[in-house]
C-alpha cells in the first residue's frame, strides 16, 4: 500500500516561486512513474508535471518552462519546482502515480497565486 502526502503549499504572488515535496510510503515507489497533478476550482484535475522511474520528465505546455519535476527514490520523495507562478497557477495540488491510482490519492496541498 502505497501513501502520499504532498506539502509546500502557500499564498505567493504573481512572479513567485514555490516548492512542494510528496512524500511517499511503501517500497514499490522508485520503480513507478510519478506526477504532479492539480485541480483549481470548478476545473477537472489536470497532469502538469510527470517524472519515470529513470529522471525523464515531461510537462503540460501550461506549465513548461516554469516548472521542474525532480525524485529522490532514496528519500522516497517527488519535488515540484515552480517558478514564474501565475494566478491561474492556482489550485490544489496533488502527486499521484501515472497513470493515477485512485487509492493514491491524499489531501493535496494548496497553492494560491496573486496577482
Known amino acids: 500500500q502505497v501513501q502520499l502526502v504532498e506539502s509546500g503549499g502557500g499564498l505567493v504572488q504573481a512572479g513567485g516561486s514555490l516548492r512542494l515535496s510528496c512524500a511517499a510510503s511503501?517500497?514499490?515507489?522508485?520503480?513507478?512513474?510519478m506526477g504532479w497533478y492539480r485541480q483549481a476550482p470548478g476545473k477537472q484535475r489536470e497532469l502538469v508535471a510527470e517524472i519515470t522511474s529513470g529522471g525523464a520528465t515531461n510537462y503540460a505546455d501550461s506549465v513548461k518552462g516554469r516548472f521542474t519535476i525532480s525524485r529522490d527514490n532514496a528519500k522516497n520523495t517527488v519535488d515540484l519546482q515552480m517558478n514564474s507562478l501565475k494566478p491561474e497557477d492556482t489550485a490544489v495540488y496533488y502527486c499521484?502515480?501515472?497513470?493515477?491510482?485512485?487509492?493514491?490519492w491524499g489531501q493535496g496541498t494548496q497553492v494560491t497565486v496573486s496577482s
Open positions: 499521484n502515480r501515472v497513470p493515477t491510482a485512485s487509492s493514491y
Open positions: 511503501g517500497n514499490i515507489f522508485s520503480f513507478i512513474p
